[in-house]
T-cell receptor
Framework: EAQVTQNPRYLITVTGKKLTVTCSQN?????MSWYRQDPGLGLRQIYY???????DKGDVPEGYKVSRKEKRNFPLILESPSPNQTSLYFC???????????FGQGTRLTVV | AQSVTQLGSHVSVSEGALVLLRCNYS??????LFWYVQYPNQGLQLLLK??????LVKGINGFEAEFKKSETSFHLTKPSAHMSDAAEYFC????????????FGKGITLSVRP
């Protein structure tokens, strides 16, 4: 089954404690991206990757890092989380940048 | 650059009534247009998409949308709402150029009254 898998689904952490949200896709997609969803703001892109070792900033990249060492994986790293990063995060993949995106189930992050 | 406007944040309809969710876009070149649905505690799923060809696009769960270039619109409709349609709906646009990306509207929550 084609899918994008994110872990964990829920995470509560404290300010400043580094964390990683994993994302993996099994569709051999080249394009992957991370979004955050906040009430009234819709989905905003954090980072994206066109292919292995190729990543770039989206609309709201501050406070986040990503890496793309393998085609299937695209982890999101928060090196020093702050309360304003409390949000619902989605990983997505697609065959190409403009195409249909497949989304993970989401990770609800709370930073206290 | 492209943008998407979904007016209003919440629509409420009675079960069996027409569903109409509006989406307008701006772009300087032919767009790809999408509607996604997000059920509670789930990720986004594709409802339907327009790339080229027929301007009336049919999707899953009885939804359809019509691309109207003259109005720069891609409104989502369903003739008869069902309780299970209650969800958040996102319109999205991308362009055919190499540097384009998928841009989402702010989303609209659909409630269905019994």
């Amino acid at each position: 089954e084609a899918q994008v898998t994110q872990n964990p689904r829920y995470l509560i952490t404290v300010t400043g404690k580094k964390l990683t949200v994993t994302c993996s896709q099994n569709m051999n997609h080249e394009y992957m991206s991370w979004y955050r969803q906040d009430p009234g703001l819709g989905l905003r892109q954090i980072y994206y990757s066109m292919n292995v070792e190729v990543t770039d900033k989206g609309d709201v990249p501050e406070g986040y890092k990503v890496s793309r060492k393998e085609k299937r994986n695209f982890p999101l790293i928060l090196e020093s989380p702050s309360p304003n990063q409390t949000s619902l995060y989605f990983c997505a993949s697609s065959l190409f940048r403009q195409g249909r995106a497949f989304f993970g189930q989401g990770t609800r992050l709370t930073v206290v | 650059a492209q943008s998407v406007t979904q007016l209003g944040s919440h629509v409420s309809v009675s079960e069996g009534a027409l569903v109409l969710l509006r989406c307008n876009y701006s772009s300087s070149v032919p767009p790809y247009l999408f509607w996604y649905v997000q059920y509670p505690n789930q990720g986004l799923q594709l409802l339907l998409k327009y790339t080229t060809g027929a301007t009336l696009v049919k999707g899953i769960n009885g939804f359809e949308a019509e691309f109207k270039k003259s109005e720069t619109s891609f409104h989502l409709t369903k003739p008869s709402a069902h309780m299970s349609d209650a969800a958040e709906y996102f319109c999205a646009v991308s362009l055919t150029g190499a540097n384009s990306k998928l841009t989402f509207g702010k989303g609209i929550t659909l409630s269905v009254r019994p």
